[in-house]
């Protein structure tokens, strides 16, 4: 499956308010998120007109409120698998941070740090669709980083961020994405089995419980770590999984997905 783009006529964009720096090549392409509060059922089928409310307000704000020529990104992707054109590909993004931009373009993925935060398989693919357009139209290199690489900021959040560290693959295939990062070492076989398949959180406007949540209280506890394994996933069981991470030299983010999951 080609990418589905959306172009600028398409989104309704803005003719940008100067004239473009090209760029003839980058060493890849980083994968940025909102940052702020995204609409908690924005991946649902019928809500992807508020994909194109988000991207037109992104435009509106970097141009009226930053002051710059156009959208910051060179693409977006949403969480129906689509990809809106914005700087595009030849084109010098002004996401990544003063100094980064002629190295990587970016791609921003409609996830945020509250309401959708996780990405779905669609945005997943979208990034992806992006990347490979980014390098078929714009020589991209083959790089795929967060906006944190060599950037002092959050972005682009826990979930999305270990998904790039992991090199990005396809969900649901066997292939991985032409590989971006190092390879994470193979888990050892563990007596609790694998992750769950879904990420686990503090999250204090809705506590997970569960047995999942259980089960990596018992792997924290076994790993030396007190802790009531009560199967709610509360303030101390987060506090627990930044220390477990921090030991393994991990992102201490608090969350717990695949990667995290297997170094209990
Ligand atoms: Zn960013
Ligand atoms: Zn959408």
Redesign the pocket.
């Known amino acids: 499956m080609g990418i589905d783009l959306i172009t600028r006529r398409e989104w309704k964009a803005r003719a940008p308010k100067g004239a473009y720096t090209p760029i003839s090549s980058t060493r890849g392409v980083k994968v940025?998120?909102t940052?702020g509060k995204v609409p908690a059922d924005l991946a649902d089928p019928g809500n992807h007109h508020k994909c194109v409310e988000l991207v037109r307000g992104f435009q509106n704000h970097h141009m009226d409120g930053n002051g710059w020529l156009d959208l910051a990104y060179s693409m977006v992707a949403c969480p129906h698998r689509k990809v809106f054109e914005g700087r595009g590909p030849g084109r010098l993004t002004a996401?990544n941070g003063a100094g980064l931009n002629s190295q990587h373009y970016s791609v921003l993925a409609l996830v945020g740090s509250s309401g959708l935060t996780h990405p779905n398989d669609g945005v997943l693919h979208g990034v992806l669709d992006a990347i490979d357009y980014l390098r078929d139209h714009g020589r991209a290199g083959k790089e795929i980083k967060g906006?944190r690489d060599g950037f002092s900021?959050d972005?682009?959040g826990g979930p999305l961020y270990e998904w790039v560290r992991r090199g990005a693959p396809r969900p649901g295939g066997s292939a991985p994405a032409r590989p971006a990062t190092p390879k994470p070492t193979p888990a050892k076989p563990k007596p609790s089995g694998g992750w769950p398949g879904r990420y686990l959180a503090y999250k204090p406007d809705a506590m997970m419980t569960g047995e999942d949540v259980a089960a990596w209280q018992r792997i924290l506890k076994r790993n030396h770590h007190t802790i009531d394994v009560d199967g709610k996933f509360g303030r101390m069981t987060r506090a627990a999984t930044v220390v477990l991470q921090r030991e393994h030299g991990e992102v201490p983010d608090g969350i717990v997905g695949p990667r995290t999951w297997a170094l209990g």
């Open positions: 940025h998120y940052g996401a906006h900021t972005c682009p």
